[in-house]
């Protein structure tokens, strides 16, 4: 301290000097975006979000509600003269943390995790047999397990397309004409849609005799306009279809879809460690160059 001066003045910033380096600031802003996003990334993308979705998106409007109140705390901080600097930095962090963990979160949730739940909590069926079944007494349906000499049959394929091409095929009993053609194999964008060309799923795997239910319902409307489709080209009859992916084992598919949302769960956690820490690094050396590390 020099001579005469007082505290206050030998702690004040002044051209050419430093302030010592706030570890407690960095250490927190290091750490509690990323907490935050882990939280609200593993409650939006997995069973939580199943079982209770109106208190998921409640904890994530929370998590605005916290970020509102830091930044709110941040500009009086600034009104009294205080230094805001790392607060606002944890402010931005914040916000970006709790909204990459709910776009994130849900689009892993809706296209891995959601799936999954579903047919999970669906009836398996084993034995159908397509041309003594009705779709009817299947509605519950998330496997099904087709008698032997079950097969695709490519020849009553038919595509509606909107943006995508929405694919089906009837699934038959080999020899068998049924009355009502209810089971149907489907998949998007792999048939041409304007000639019986089907190739989607497993369909040329002999040992495929299996399906896995269709559980996107903003893509149900668009196989049932297809099916309406092969019922008037080729003169058949579907009283209540049912929509699979064609395959061989449907658990290995459905722990695919698992496996896929857990990975996606960890690289998002990784992602956001390493970007979290390179922004804290780069805001402390901008911080440094204008001594200001007060929180």
């Known amino acids: 301290m020099l001579p ?7 702690t004040m910033f002044t051209p050419g000097k430093r302030k010592r380096m706030n570890l407690v600031a960095i250490l927190l802003n290091v750490f509690v975006p990323w907490v935050v996003f882990c939280v609200l ?11 209770h979705p109106t208190w998921t998106w409640v904890f994530v409007v929370l998590g605005y509600v916290g970020v509102l109140a830091l930044a709110i705390f941040t ?3 600034k009104q009294r003269n205080g230094d805001p600097m790392w607060f606002g930095f944890a402010v931005l962090a914040l916000f970006v943390a709790v909204t990459l963990a709910a776009l994130l979160g849900d689009m892993n949730f ?9 047919i999970e909590n669906l009836n398996t069926y084993p034995n159908v047999d397509p041309s003594v079944d009705r ?19 490519v020849t009553k394929s038919m595509g509606f397309k909107n943006l995508d091409i929405y694919c089906v095929a009837p699934i038959v009993k080999t020899g ?18 304007n000639s019986p060309d089907f190739r989607c799923g497993q369909y040329a795997n002999p040992r495929a ?56 769960f960890m690289i998002g956690v990784l992602a956001c460690s390493v970007f979290n820490l390179f922004a804290v690094i780069c805001a402390t050396i901008g911080f440094s160059k204008i001594g200001r590390f007060t929180w």
């Open 75 to 77: 500009w009086r901080t």
């Open 4 to 10: 005469g001066g007082d505290l206050k003045s030998a």
């Open 209 to 264: 005799r299996s399906g896995l239910r269709l559980m996107r319902e903003d893509q149900r409307a668009f196989y049932r306009l297809a099916v309406q489709q092969a019922e008037a080209a080729y003169k058949i009859t579907a009283s209540h279809p049912v929509f699979f992916y064609w395959l061989q084992d449907p658990v290995a598919e459905m722990e695919s879809w698992k496996e896929k949302g857990r990975r996606n």
């Open 41 to 51: 990334f593993a409650l939006v993308s997995f069973s939580f979000h199943y079982q």
């Open 176 to 193: 068998e004409k049924p009355d009502t053609y209810d089971f149907w194999a489907v998949g998007t964008n792999c048939c041409s849609g």
């Open 110 to 118: 809706w296209y891995n995790m959601q799936p999954f739940y579903d």
């Open 135 to 153: 779709g009817q007494q299947r509605m519950d349906a998330g496997r099904a397990y087709f008698t032997q000499g079950t097969k695709v049959d």
